[in-house]
């Protein structure tokens, strides 16, 4: 049995399996998706001094500048 508390809400919880809870540490996926709009609107952060972007990180590109766009598989 693994007994729990959701981080969002501090609800407990108790299952047989980490399978049987699929939000697992959430009790819900509302308190999933309440958890990761926390993130989006950066109301949780990593601790650590503030990185300054340059104008090449600002085009809010994630993936490298060679991608191009597309993936390519090695054989």
């Known amino acids: 049995m693994i ?3 959701c981080p969002t ?3 407990p919880f108790a299952v047989a399996s980490i399978d049987d809870l699929p ?28 990185v300054e972007l340059g104008p090449e990180d600002q085009d809010g590109s994630t993936r490298p500048p ?4 597309r993936f390519d598989e090695e054989d």
């Not at 060679?66 to 766009?69: D, K």
């Open 23 to 50: 939000t697992f540490p959430f009790c819900s996926e509302r308190c999933r998706l309440v958890d990761l709009g926390r993130w989006i609107d950066e109301d949780y952060a990593i601790p650590g001094p503030p």
């Open 9 to 11: 809400c501090s609800k």
């Open 66 to 69: 060679e991608a191009n766009g």
């Open 3 to 5: 007994q729990g508390r």
